[in-house]
């Protein structure tokens, strides 16, 4: 037991070391910004949460099948082996990572937690990413665009003039979709400074840029949730692996709220054969921004083309004279682009993901045929 003036001692540190971060970050509590029935929520707990701590050899627990190995049994919910590679490669404690099905799940489960249905909402850059939209629409949340300048980019206070009481996050995709470009930092921090919920950062991109990630500023930053994906520079796409790196406060109510088996078992064994071998992914993002700058070179010298906007990611943005007409003539000629002449300050423009030598020169072999 601890005397009196040692408890009151405690007491004043713990309050003096709060009031300090209070000041330098307006974060509310994360009590105040989390769903009431979310903080409340006392999760499944599945039979292999319960044995911890014990070499176990025969299990009876989970009225699995006894045959069939390996897929009988249920995979790891907290995904651990995953974790460890995850950890290694993105320098991210584990208790800063969360695992999903695909971004998807990870762009899902922050509306879930954080916003009432009918009362909060979410701010936006605009364009960018379509799933941030969705899922505000599936959850039945208010979402606030607000437009991106002529350079794609955005001021901190543009985003942070769009917020109110109700405003729970913010979200930010850097480098962007479909745009292209990083999203200049020091609007990120301003908006990690200022803002009092939660900032999030879509860096499915980020191996491809030459920006320093996010990730690496996450003990700054309590109110950040950073997202990655397999499905990019991994190219392991087919997989559905997402992440979010986040403090671990944060992280432990995404594991409370998501599916308690959220990762199968094949994804888990093929995530952990990839994350063995980074040297692969680095040969293929240097292959691929190499590839990246002769493409943009090219289309500049398309009669056709009339502007291609920087990028950072494994895609550009090319303004066309007549994206619409221009995309139906790739479709007969078997080449799917992406077509977003229909987003806002986006007018005419296609966005062609970099492929392989052969295919990106067939690409330009049927532009210049047009
Ligand atoms: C492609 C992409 C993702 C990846 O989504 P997954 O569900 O992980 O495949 C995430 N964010 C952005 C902005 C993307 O363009």
Redesign the pocket.
């Known amino acids: 037991m601890k005397c009196v003036c040692c408890r009151y001692l405690s007491f004043i540190i713990f309050h003096l070391s709060f009031s300090v971060l209070a000041r330098a970050y307006l974060m509310k509590d994360l009590k105040e910004l989390c769903r009431k029935n979310i903080w409340e929520l006392s999760p499944y707990s599945s039979a292999r949460n319960e044995y911890s701590g014990h070499v176990a050899r025969v299990f009876l627990d989970a009225n699995e099948n006894p045959y069939n190995a390996p897929y009988n049994r249920y995979p790891d919910p907290l995904q651990q082996e995953v974790k460890t590679l995850v950890s290694k490669v993105k320098g991210v404690p584990v208790d800063n990572i969360f695992l ?8 899902d489960l922050p509306y879930r937690i954080f916003c009432r249905p009918g009362i909060d909402n979410v701010v936006a850059i605009e364009p ?2 379509g ?1 941030y939209k969705v899922c505000a629409d599936i959850n039945d949340v208010e979402y606030r665009p607000v437009l991106l300048d002529e350079h794609f980019q955005i001021t901190a206070s543009k985003l942070l003039d769009a917020c109110d009481d109700n405003t729970k996050i913010i979200w930010i ?1 850097s480098p ?3 745009t292209g470009n990083n999203i200049n930092r020091e609007a990120i921090e301003e908006v990690l400074q200022k803002f009092n919920g939660i900032v999030i950062i ?4 980020s191996d491809f840029s030459n920006e320093k990630p996010m990730r690496a500023e996450l003990r700054k930053h309590p109110n950040m949730i950073v ?6 520079a991994w190219g392991c ?1 087919a997989i ?4 979010a790196f986040a403090s671990k406060e944060i992280i432990d109510i995404f594991n409370k709220v998501k599916y308690p088996y959220n990762v199968n078992l094949l994804t888990q064994k093929q995530a952990i054969e990839a994350l063995k071998d980074p040297f692969a992914v680095d040969k293929w993002v240097k292959i691929l921004i190499q590839e990246r700058s002769q493409l943009m070179s090219t289309f500049l010298e398309l009669p056709i083309c009339e502007k291609v906007y920087p990028s950072n ?1 494994n895609f550009f943005l090319a303004k066309m004279t007549d994206a619409q007409s221009i995309y139906d003539y790739l479709v007969e000629k078997g080449i799917i682009v992406r077509n977003r002449s229909r987003i806002q300050l986006c007018g005419n423009c296609l966005r062609i993901t970099i492929g392989t030598k052969s295919e990106n020169t067939e690409l330009v072999g049927a532009l210049r045929n047009y």
């Open positions: 999903g099905n695909g971004s998807d799940e990870a762009i960018t990413y799933m995709c962007n979709n479909p879509d860096e499915a991109y997202l990655n994906t397999m499905s990019k796409a559905r692996l997402g992440m990611a």
